[in-house]
Nanobody
Framework: QVQLVESGGGLVQTGGSLRLSCAAS????????MGWFRQALGKEREFVAS????????KYADSVKGRFTISRDNGKNTVYLQMNSLKPEDTAVYYCAARGAPWISNLGNEYDYWGQGTQVTVSS
């Protein structure tokens, strides 16, 4: 069983930055790929970024490529999402997710555990 707790959301102006954190429980964090997803009001959940268990591989949605960076610290059982050059269309609830496998995926149904979500609001 893995528990995920996100933090770092908030309100920011267009062009600003935020860093989300996701702390995970469990002893096999380094063998667990992690992902960030988001869901805007009235829209379906969408993939944002994924990182492999080792941290050596990453994948991004086209909409955030070049602006967002996913990283992890396996010593702290934590994954991060650095978000720069934020836009109003980035406004959403952001969810951290964990896979029962070490390799990356952009498919939500391949993740086994989810956090409670953290709100990110970008004002224009």
């Amino acid at each position: 069983q893995v528990q995920l707790v996100e933090s770092g959301g908030g309100l920011v102006q267009t062009g600003g930055s935020l860093r989300l954190s996701c702390a995970a429980s469990g002893r096999t964090f380094s063998r667990t790929a992690m992902g960030w997803f988001r869901q805007a009001l009235g829209k379906e959940r969408e993939f944002v970024a994924s990182i492999s268990g080792s941290g050596g591989s990453t994948k991004y949605a086209d909409s955030v490529k070049g602006r967002f960076t996913i990283s992890r610290d396996n010593g702290k059982n934590t994954v991060y999402l650095q978000m720069n050059s934020l836009k109003p269309e980035d406004t959403a609830v952001y969810y951290c997710a964990a896979r029962g496998a070490p390799w990356i995926s952009n498919l939500g149904n391949e993740y086994d555990y989810w956090g409670q979500g953290t709100q990110v609001t970008v004002s224009s």
